[in-house]
């Protein structure tokens, strides 16, 4: 784009160019090779993709509902940074889902009109905010564990997906180092930041066991999928570092049994929290109002 400032960028005469993302609201693989790899089924490879776009989708939203409540303006900034790059991970990896399968389906289509038992993404993203150090405990948990799980995919068989997770490390190794910097600074602060920033991990942690759980789906696409089971002992590794720095006592484990299954089911088989209904119903009611618009 060549204009002179972002109001000239969004008015009537410019409606082709869409200046949020810089490159439009287009297909965001367009031009990329997005074949299947030899060997790998297409539904078992958009199955994953939709489970790490959910992810990023999911935490994205929660993020963003920071947007005027975070403490300091500069955390505004990071907060909304944070949150749109985890959305433009979900972008690309539901965009990939859609090609994997053939169903040739959008990233818009699958963010906005999915039922929830639809969705894929581990239930630690999508319970409510809480207070800051609660968002930052929850904030630095999942990025290590995402940032893991991407350094691994890196290397995937899927050359869409390895692009994918190299764009998305440089992302999210600058997510864990903020939300880590806030975990020491608070955990280690006054006694009240101190009680809340362990709430916080208290209150997330219930749902720690989950990231570690190996779907059927992971199983079945050995050298694409990275092996969830084998993150733990880098995840702990590095948690346990930022919380002894921050002078916070690890929640007990609850011994890899996972909580509040259904059936033996969680978020990855689409089953959820109570929060995730009043998430979707935020998240998808101007596209469902308006399912034909355009701006």
Same mark, same amino acid.
Request: proline letters at 1%.
């Given at each position: 784009?060549?204009?002179?400032?972002? %109001?000239?960028?969004?008015? *009537?005469?410019n409606d082709e160019t869409r200046w949020a993302f810089g490159t439009g609201f287009v297909d965001p693989l367009s031009g990329v090779d997005t074949s299947v790899p030899d060997g790998v089924d297409g539904a078992d490879l958009a199955a994953y993709c939709l489970m790490l776009g959910d992810d990023a989708l999911i935490m994205s939203h929660r993020l963003q509902q920071w947007c005027s409540h975070a403490p300091e303006l500069e955390d505004e900034l990071a907060i909304a940074n944070i949150a749109l790059d985890l959305l433009g991970q979900a972008r690309l990896l539901l965009a990939r889902a859609g090609k994997a399968d053939g169903s040739e389906r959008s990233e818009d289509s699958y963010a906005f009109f999915r039922e929830e038992r639809d969705f894929r993404n581990v239930r630690m993203v999508e319970l409510v905010n809480g207070d800051f150090a609660a968002t930052m405990a929850r904030l630095l948990t999942f990025s290590v564990w995402r940032l893991a799980l991407l350094q691994r995919l890196e290397s995937s068989r899927d050359p869409?997906?390895?692009?994918?997770?190299?764009?998305?490390?440089?992302?999210?190794? %600058? $997510?864990? *180092? %903020?939300?880590?910097?806030?975990?020491?600074?608070?955990?280690?602060?006054?006694?009240?930041? $101190?009680?809340?920033?362990?709430?916080?991990?208290?209150?997330?942690?219930?749902? %720690?066991? *989950?990231?570690?759980v190996v779907h059927p789906v992971e199983r079945r696409l050995a050298g694409i999928a990275a092996d969830s089971d084998g993150l733990r002992s880098e995840v702990d590794d590095v948690l346990t570092q930022v919380l002894t720095a921050a002078t916070l006592t690890r929640p007990e484990d609850?011994?890899?049994?996972?909580?509040?299954?259904?059936s033996g089911m969680a978020g990855r088989d689409g089953v959820h929290t109570e929060d995730m209904g009043y998430l979707l119903a935020e998240l998808q009611s101007v596209a469902r109002a308006h399912p034909e618009a355009t701006w």
């Open positions: 784009m060549s204009f002179d400032n972002a %109001y000239e960028a969004i008015s *009537e005469n869409v997906l390895a692009a994918i997770a190299a764009k998305g490390v440089k992302e999210v190794t %600058y $997510h864990r *180092e %903020y939300a880590a910097n806030w975990v020491v600074r608070l955990g280690d602060g006054t006694e009240l930041s $101190h009680q809340r920033m362990q709430a916080g991990f208290d209150a997330v942690w219930p749902l %720690y066991d *989950e990231l570690f609850s011994a890899g049994k996972v909580v509040g299954l259904v």
